[in-house]
T-cell receptor, first 112, second 114 residues
């Protein structure tokens, strides 16, 4: 199935700084989803991107889907302590299969 | 709806014992996924079902792992015999359909095999 590379694995920021995580695929994606997992919690859906070049915003979070639909990013402006957690991109396997596979995730650590 | 319900929340067992994890998906969801999460390997898809039928079990580590979905409201993941390296958090998730809907996760079962 399709795989996606997510970077960075860890990101330390000072509270108030911006944060970005990236997902890259070698093949064209039909869509991509983003999830957040708080420490000790379970993954929670944030958003889905479907269209080439799509940009969606949720308050301080901005999600982008590349023009070639091979990469995506999540950007958080002015991080807050509530943003702590692991951010995952996820995609359906493709090729007629619908298994939802996740990237390795980016662990966001915020220093007050 | 109460969401995806998993039980137990925590399980500690001795090596060699059988372990059964349980999941109740959200009513009306056609897809059910089982994941294993560890620090080293991240969130791994083990198996998923569509309308109670297993579609892809290529992520199941080995024959010691088996999963069933006897009806639309219940699924089990069984490990027999369990080994210390099976220690992980196991998540169950469900989604309404296959391609463009979000997955809802249960709270997970933290398994420790000693």
């Amino acid at each position: 199935g399709q795989q996606v590379m997510q970077i960075p694995q860890y990101q330390h920021v000072q509270e108030g700084e911006d944060f970005t995580t990236y997902c890259n695929s070698s093949t064209t994606l039909s869509n991509i989803q983003w999830y957040k997992q708080r420490p000790g919690g379970h993954p929670v859906f944030l958003i889905q991107l479907v269209k080439s070049g799509e940009v969606k915003k949720q308050k301080r979070l901005t999600f982008q889907f590349g023009e070639a639909k091979k990469n995506s990013s999540l950007h958080i402006t002015a991080t807050q302590t509530t943003d702590v957690g692991t951010y995952f991109c996820a995609l359906r396997s493709g090729g007629g299969a619908d298994g939802l596979t996740f990237g390795k995730g980016t662990h966001l650590i915020i220093q007050p | 709806d109460a969401g995806v319900i998993q039980s137990p929340r925590h399980e500690v067992t001795e090596m060699g014992q059988e372990v059964t994890l349980r999941c109740k998906p959200i009513s009306g969801h056609d897809y059910l996924f089982w994941y294993r999460q560890t620090m080293m390997r991240g969130l791994e898809l083990l198996i998923y079902f569509n309308n109670n039928v297993p579609i892809d079990d290529s992520g199941m580590p080995e024959d010691r792992f088996s999963a069933k979905m006897p009806n639309a409201s219940f699924s089990t993941l069984k490990i027999q015999p369990s080994e210390p390296r099976d220690s992980a958090v196991y998540f169950c998730a469900s989604s309404l359909d296959g391609r463009e809907t979000e997955a809802f996760f249960g709270q997970g079962t933290r398994l420790t095999v000693v």
